[in-house]
Every structure is written in C-alpha cells, then in structure tokens.
C-alpha cells in the first residue's frame, strides 16, 4: 500500500542527488578563451597546492569536451624545502601530477631562488624573470595561480598573484586567472558549498534559456565543480604526499572546499 508513494519519492530523490553530489561541472570555454588549443600553466608555491587547492580545475579541464582542448602545464616555484625535505616533497609533487593527468614534460620545480618559508614574500621582478621564459617557451596562453588572499594568507602564495599581474603587463597575449579565497566559513564547508553552487549553476542554466543574465554567464564561465568521482581522485593525488599527511591534513581533505569547487577571477595586469 505505502509502497507506492515511497518508491515516487525515491524516483525524485535518488536522481536529484545524485545530480546534486556526483556530476562534475565545468565550463566550455574557461574565461570566455576561445581558440582551438589553450595552453594553461598552473603556477603554484608548494608542492601538495595543486592537489589541495586547484584539483577541480585541473581534472574539469582535462575532462573537457569542447571544441577548445586544453594543454596542462604545472610549474612550482619552490621544493616546499621549509623543513628540508625538498628532494623527497618533489617527487610526491610529479607522482601527484600523474594522478592529476599533467604529463611529465610539462612540469617543473624550482630549486631556488625561491624559498618556501611562512615569513617571506617573493620578488615580484624575479618571478617574471624566472616564469617569463616557459611562457615562451611553450606557447602559454592561460596562467593560473593564487589570488590576493593567497587561500591561507601564505605570502609565497600571494607574491606570485603580483608576479602573475606583471607578466600580463609584458605578455599581451598571455591571460591570467585567480582562484578566488572565500571565507573561513565557507572554506570549510566541503560538498555543503558544492551543493550550493551547483544548485546556482544549474539554476543559472535554466534561466539562461530566458533571461541571459551576466552574473550568471560569468559565473558559468569561471567555475569548476568536482563530482564524487573528482573528490576521490583529488584524494588519491593528495595522498602521494606522503610527507604531508599529517592528522590536520586529513581534517583539511575532509573538509576543504577546494577539494571541491574553484572559482575564478581574472587577473587584469
Ligand atoms: C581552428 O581549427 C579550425 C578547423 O580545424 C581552423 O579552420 C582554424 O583556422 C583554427 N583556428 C586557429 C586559430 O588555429
Ligand atoms: C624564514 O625567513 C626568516 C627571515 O625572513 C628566517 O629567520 C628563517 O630562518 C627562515 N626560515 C626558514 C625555514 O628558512
Ligand atoms: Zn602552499
């Protein structure tokens, strides 16, 4: 007798969650970038930041499906040396780089000048002069890095949004991008916020049909949402940090929204 009405709400349910949980989302065109190939550097501080902080975007783009395709490319201006483990935290960062598909040609770490310490901004001048020739070198046209806030106020991570700011005064074809800092509430808020920007998105989508309102256009256009299956694999690149893993870390991947969802702004030089 109940059986009926059960199994009605569950047909709704079952799918609405799922949508909800374990469907990734990214855009067609990452910035409103057309061309046929888009040549994208992540430029990082630490290694472990491509894993813990911009895991949805690097699989979102090389899961694309448009017309443009994308080219990863990773360089990380430090070993992460701050407690003398550089060697070893270079080798977790290219395994971590293989699960997160950025092909072992298309990745660096410098040794110096750059040291990884809590304490110290980076020279802006001398991240152009060490970053500018890979962007020549192959083609780059997207960077991508930190934002003014830098996630965890790090100020290494935080030179290098200035540095990106000042390569995008020398290089006018090159376009840049910030993963955007929110708050420390939302920060640890995990799938809570993937939920509620892919409820936005999806929103955002429907009234596209209608009404095509620019907030939501931009936000389609700069967002990335990681489905159960992204988070997993975000977990697995976060675990060939081994060195790193100690019991915060874990607390952070559990909670972390980045893990989940990047949002982007772009960086006008
Ligand atoms: C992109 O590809 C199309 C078709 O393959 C080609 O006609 C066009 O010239 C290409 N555009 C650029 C900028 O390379
Ligand atoms: C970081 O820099 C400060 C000075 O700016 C220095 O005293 C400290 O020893 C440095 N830490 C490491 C781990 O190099
Ligand atoms: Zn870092």
Not at 32 to 52: F, I, Y
Not at 205 to 226: M, V
Not at 258 to 267: D, G, Q
């Amino acid at each position: 007798m109940f059986s009926t009405p059960i199994s009605w709400i569950l047909g709704i349910l079952i799918p609405f969650i799922y949508t909800l949980c374990c469907v990734p989302l990214s855009p067609h065109e990452f910035g409103g970038v057309s061309s046929n190939v888009s040549r994208v550097l992540l430029l990082t501080a630490h290694p472990d930041d491509e894993c813990m902080f911009f895991a949805p975007t690097l699989l979102g783009l090389n899961n694309q499906v448009s017309k443009t395709s994308y080219e990863l490319y990773s360089l990380c201006l430090s070993s992460g040396d701050a407690d003398g483990l550089g060697d070893i935290r270079k080798q977790e960062l290219g395994a971590s780089l293989d699960v997160l598909g950025v092909a072992e040609d298309r990745r660096w770490v410098l040794d110096s000048p750059f040291k990884d310490n809590i304490t110290q901004f980076w020279e802006t001048e001398q991240i152009v002069e060490y970053v500018q020739p890979y962007i020549t070198e192959n083609r780059i046209n997207i960077v991508l890095t930190f934002d003014e806030h830098g996630i965890s106020s790090h100020p290494n991570h935080i030179s290098l949004i200035r540095g990106a700011s000042a390569l995008l005064d020398e290089q006018r074809h090159l376009r840049g991008f910030a993963l955007k800092t929110t708050n420390v509430a939302a920060k640890y808020t995990g799938q809570a916020s993937a939920i509620w920007n892919i409820l936005h998105l999806r929103l955002c989508a429907l009234l596209n049909n209608y009404y095509a309102s620019e907030s939501c256009r931009s936000k389609e256009s700069l967002t990335f949402i990681s489905g159960l299956e992204g988070y997993a694999t975000a977990l697995r690149a976060m675990m060939r940090h081994k060195s790193q893993l100690v019991w915060f870390r874990w607390l952070y991947v559990a909670f972390s929204r980045y893990m989940w969802v990047n949002e982007w702004v772009e960086i006008h030089g």
